[in-house]
């Protein structure tokens, strides 16, 4: 039935258990495969991994044994984290390689050269065989979660936590605009992203934008981040100090043009407070309900 909640599951409980399952088993079946591309399998794993997790947060006050769960997920993400990482790298690189035939495009260049010639860090099979034990315990689990509450009054409280987090880091991020405060605001905006994904049928012509925008802001937030990560890389690369200063100035022009169309961005998405946005959303949800 996909990443959402349907009207054919007749309650939260088998919602919840169905959309963890069917998320769990795609990983599953993903990790088992040989993948003649390994990069893309790696991304698709940790998809399914970031959806889990949307999914737990918008039942954290609901869910009892939340914590265990976040864990294991958060656990299973980083067995694959090392590959995706590099790849990440690359990008940001190539990039800001198209920017011109500026220093700070030769330097981006030849780092990317340096990386690519370093050998891999991380054993893809061990790490492939400890990410599927963790999803296959925790399909065990989740085949019996059972979030307190029926209906809307389950999802509520995990939607006014994630609204109200989101808006308070960004407010943070407003205060004080480093780089560790702004990836807080895109793991909150991610959050919020997911939740409106799987509330999507509740009215889909209305959501639809709200969710490419939450997506688009979040995007800008991540991109962000994958520059504050080449930043931290630049000292202890071979390059030399003229080449990272010109590399490192030239990320931060970009970091503070991303900064300033997020910011425009979450002006209007999360110009509710959380209160009206949640009201809003039961409404549509209890019309839905009632077919």
């Excluded at 997020?262 to 959303?281: G, K, M, S, Y």
Aim: one cysteine or more; proline letters at 4%; charged letters at 25%.
């Amino acid at each position: 039935m996909g990443y959402c909640f349907d009207l054919n599951d007749d309650t939260i409980t088998n919602a919840v258990r169905r959309i963890a399952l069917e998320e769990i088993d795609t990983a599953l079946t993903c990790a088992r495969a040989r993948a003649a591309d390994a990069a893309g399998q790696t991304h698709a794993l940790r998809k399914n991994v970031k959806k889990l997790r949307g999914l737990i947060r918008l039942l954290r006050p609901r869910l009892h044994g939340y914590g265990l769960e976040n864990a294991a997920l958060r656990d299973a993400g980083r067995m694959l984290s090392g590959q995706r990482d590099a790849e990440v790298m690359q990008a940001t690189l190539a990039d800001l390689a198209r920017d011109d035939d500026s220093p700070a495009a030769e330097a981006a260049r030849a780092l990317a050269a340096e990386l690519a010639a370093r050998p891999p860090e991380a054993d893809r099979t061990n790490a492939m065989a400890s990410f599927l034990a963790a999803m296959e315990a925790l399909r065990d689990r989740a085949s019996r979660w059972s979030p307190k509450g029926k209906g809307f009054s389950t999802l509520e409280p995990g939607l006014l936590r994630t609204l109200a987090a989101a808006q308070g880091a960004a407010r943070a991020a407003d205060d004080h605009p480093d780089a560790e405060a702004i990836h807080q605001w895109r793991k909150r905006v991610k959050d919020h992203w997911y939740h409106a994904r799987l509330l999507r049928p509740i009215w889909p012509e209305a959501m639809a934008p709200h969710i490419e925008a939450a997506d688009a802001l979040g995007e800008l937030l991540g991109l962000h981040h994958d520059l504050a990560v080449l930043r931290a890389h630049l000292a202890d690369s071979r390059l030399p100090p003229d080449a990272q200063a010109a590399l490192d100035a030239l990320a931060a022009r970009r970091q503070s043009g991303l900064e300033h169309d997020a910011r425009r961005l979450a002006a209007r998405l999360f110009a509710d407070t959380p209160e009206a946005l949640v009201a809003r959303w039961r409404q549509w949800w209890q019309v839905w309900q009632a077919g």
